[in-house]
């Protein structure tokens, strides 16, 4: 009976520990489950949707490794007015936390698509909110100096919100971003130092608020908005174009290159006829820069514009007010 008894107690104690076991085994498998789901949400990418590739790049630089950035217009020899939105785009969305666009009618189809589409939870910063510009005004809203700053401030506050452990990270970044944008201030007063009031014609509105910023005249307003709207100019607008041209009466003819209509490439062939310098822009961010390079570029072509139209006489004669 001792023995039996001995034998028993045995086999109890095996069923406990082996009770233990289990019961450590599944406690360890529950906290390496809770874990990695703690280190997967903490490793988890904000997922931000940008309309255009220039509001993208300002994004990824604020974001950094935070961020999972899509940018939808991001072509710069595609004509981003003859863009249609597709499912890809719309889904996109869908999954999007962030949504940064331009407004002011440039990109109508955003708004369509954030109506319908079914993602909720989700910031949506516009720049035509942020700088108090709507429908009818120009849209060419990144050329203006004081616009990203605005946005960069909008979309640092939105990732806070959205990811407060990475708050340090966010607000050394944006004032990071912010100080990378003096070379480009910097150079907006070297040539408005230099150029205040030469007169310039442009083919569309693109560059038109950097040309105000630098103190240009701009001549031919109602010509380069007839060609942005896809509509015609007038006849008196298109003489009153090839007269400046022709002329001599403006320095430089800014075109847009992702957009060369047939009046475009009259104009442009007058100017070569003419010797007026011709620069061109674009309203996409060119692949392999970042936004402060490429406003920084275009100034410089800019500047080098201007000093080949004084060189040759060009914007110096005939009336400079329109």
């Not at 120009?138 to 616009?147: E, G, K």
């Not at 442009?268 to 674009?282: H, W």
Request: aromatic content about 6%; glycine content about 6%.
């Amino acid at each position: 009976m001792k023995k039996l008894g001995t034998m028993l107690n045995r086999a109890q104690q095996a069923l406990i520990q082996s009770k233990r076991i289990t019961v450590t085994t599944a406690l360890v498998t529950v906290a390496a489950l809770t874990f990695g789901t703690s280190a997967f949400a903490a490793d988890a990418k904000i997922p931000v949707v940008a309309a255009e590739n220039f509001y993208g790049d300002v994004v990824q630089q604020l974001g950094g490794d935070c961020v999972d950035v899509t940018s939808i217009l991001s072509n710069p020899d595609q004509d981003p007015h003859l863009f249609e939105a597709s499912p890809k785009t719309a889904r996109a969305l869908q999954h999007a936390s962030l949504v940064v666009y331009n407004g002011a009618d440039y990109d109508p189809w955003m708004a369509k698509l954030l109506t319908t589409s079914k993602g909720t939870q989700r910031t949506t910063i516009v720049a035509a909110d942020l700088t108090g510009k709507k429908g009818g005004d120009n849209p060419h809203l990144w050329y203006d100096p004081a616009t990203m700053p605005k946005v960069a401030r909008a979309v640092s506050a939105a990732l806070v919100a959205a990811d407060p452990a990475h708050k340090s990270a966010y607000d050394a970044n944006l004032a990071k971003f912010l100080d990378s944008l003096k070379p480009v201030d910097a150079k907006v007063a070297e040539l408005h130092g230099r150029y205040t009031g030469v007169p310039v014609t442009a083919t569309e509105p693109v560059f038109g608020y950097m040309s105000d910023a630098v103190g240009l005249t701009m001549r031919n307003l109602r010509f380069q908005f007839a060609t942005m709207n896809d509509t015609e100019a007038s006849a008196a607008d298109i003489a009153a174009f090839e007269r400046d041209l022709r002329e001599k009466r403006v320095r430089v003819l800014i075109y847009n290159s992702q957009a060369t209509e047939a009046l475009t490439k009259r104009m442009l062939k007058l100017a070569q006829q003419s010797k007026v310098p011709i620069m061109s822009v674009t309203e996409t961010e060119p692949a392999g820069k970042t936004y402060q390079t490429w406003m920084l570029s275009q100034l410089d072509a800019l500047g080098q514009a201007l000093a080949a139209g004084a060189a040759s006489g060009a914007g110096t004669s005939g009336k400079t007010g329109q």
